[in-house]
């Protein structure tokens, strides 16, 4: 078994920052690409920024200059560091991570999600 678990998330005011944390536990291998991922409100869940073994990342451009993805790979955790907050920003985050198990099957898992709100 392996479970995610976030942490981090909470009410900011606009301009505001917030590091959410990611912690994989379990019968892991290795992990391979990590990411974040947020679901607004009647929207559909959409890509944050994912982060490679090897420290490469990718970002979606509406959080390009503000948001921070980075990995402590001996932990099995991924961070997001989030400046410049704004309300649209508000959604439910989500990490991600695809794990190679012991058994050697490789499955993409999902953590339960931290909300952000970013109000005044």
């Known amino acids: 078994q392996v479970q995610l678990v976030e942490s981090g998330g909470g009410l900011v005011q606009p301009g505001g920052s917030l590091r959410l944390s990611c912690a994989a536990s379990g019968s892991i291998f290795s992990i391979g690409v990590m990411g974040w991922y947020r679901q607004a409100p009647g929207k559909q869940r959409e890509l944050v920024a994912t982060i490679t073994r090897g420290g490469d990342t990718n970002y979606a451009d509406s959080v390009k200059g503000r948001f921070t993805i980075s990995r402590e790979n001996a932990k099995n955790t991924v961070y997001l560091q989030m400046n410049s907050l704004k309300p649209e920003d508000t959604a439910v985050y989500y990490c991600?991570?695809?794990?190679?198990?012991?058994?050697?099957?490789?499955?993409?898992?999902w953590g339960q999600g931290t909300q952000v709100t970013v109000s005044s």
């Open positions: 991600n991570a695809n794990i190679r198990l012991i058994t050697s099957s490789r499955y993409d898992y």
